[in-house]
């Protein structure tokens, strides 16, 4: 095992439990939490299932802050390692499960937090923006954590003589980079999802369905975004379809965003971007390890649970202070 949250699963031993296959999982989902006080929440990503069994649906960052607002005792992420992590620094006295510790996230693996310690090094003058997709351990190597909401925002609202590093996504720094005119120094990392989409097939898509708008999560490479109509956070792209008059979209992110939007917009037309594979729409398969019967055992068990030290927590919660202060400062 090579990660962090692998080594962390192996250490506790934690195996999936067969499920009996006769319950009604969604009822006895239901039962468990409300007999442990528990909150779900689901990333976009998720398979449509646990987005329709989840108390709360939405971003990483968002879905933290609104379980940090409830009174809930457990708090189950239905997405990956590093959510679940923002979870737990902005809950630390809640209980935080991830329904499997396998779900780990290509972005924050690609920038291991000791090797950029020595990176930073390098740039002792610069300001360090983290992206919010990283490990707890990143964030606490961080002054402040933005989203790609509002990355552009966070990096205008900074001195122009401010020299910045930007990480650990080099696609969402080169977009702010090009939208900001800063000259940023960029960690070398990516999201896999969002770096295999062929611009072929999404050309052959738009030839199909010309009265599509092209819209694209600022994760993707600069010349998926120089197509786009419209470019956004995942929370963004759904507010765009609901608000904009157009009745057919070719969506390139995640594939999970696609239940949401038509379940919000059910007499518009949503097509996956497709990627440079024979598979039709694009799917992050750490998203997918994620089940209904991994959530059920997950809420049963009350396992896997996300742990933290506690000075990790208090140096991650301070990046993440500094961009709602910057945020609250600039109404966003």
């Not at 750490?286 to 019967?293: D, F, G, S």
Request: proline share 5%.
């Amino acid at each position: 095992m090579n990660t962090t949250f692998e080594r962390d699963l192996e250490a506790k031993g934690f195996i999936d439990v067969d499920v009996d296959p006769t319950i009604d999982l969604v009822s006895e989902i239901n039962r468990l939490k409300k007999e442990k006080n528990a909150v779900i929440l689901a990333h976009y990503y998720q398979e449509s299932e646990i987005q329709d069994i989840a108390d709360y649906i939405g971003d990483s960052l968002g879905l933290s802050q609104q379980a940090a607002k409830t009174d809930a005792d457990v708090i189950v992420f239905a997405g990956v390692h590093f959510m679940a992590e923002t979870a737990k620094i902005l809950s630390p006295t809640k209980k935080v499960l991830l329904p499997d510790l396998k779900a780990g996230c290509s972005l924050s693996d690609s920038c291991p937090p000791h090797l950029f310690a020595k990176f930073k090094e390098q740039y002792p003058d610069h300001l360090v923006i983290t992206y919010v997709n990283c490990t707890a351990e990143l964030k606490a190597l961080s002054d402040i954590v933005c989203t790609s909401s509002n990355a552009v925002q966070i990096v205008e609202s900074l001195p122009l003589d401010q020299k910045i590093i930007f990480g650990p996504d080099r696609n969402l720094g080169a977009y702010v980079k090009k939208k900001t005119g800063r000259d940023l120094v960029l960690w070398n990392g990516a999201c896999m999802v969002h770096e295999i989409f062929s611009q072929d097939k999404i050309d052959a898509l738009q030839d199909a369905y010309p009265e599509a708008k092209f819209i694209a999560h600022p994760e993707c490479e600069d010349h998926i975004l120089a197509k786009a109509d419209y470019i956004g956070s995942t929370s963004g792209m759904l507010k765009f379809t609901i608000e904009d008059s157009s009745q057919t979209y070719i969506v390139a992110t995640e594939s999970g965003i696609l239940h949401q939007m038509q379940k919000a917009s059910p007499t518009k037309t949503f097509i996956p971007a497709p990627p440079n594979n024979l598979c039709a729409c694009n799917d992050c398969p750490h998203m997918k390890l994620n089940t209904l019967e991994k959530l059920y055992n997950c809420l049963y068990y009350e396992q896997p649970e996300i742990n933290l030290a506690a000075d990790v927590i208090l140096r991650a919660q301070k990046p993440i202070e500094r961009m709602l202060e910057i945020s609250a400062q600039l109404g966003l």
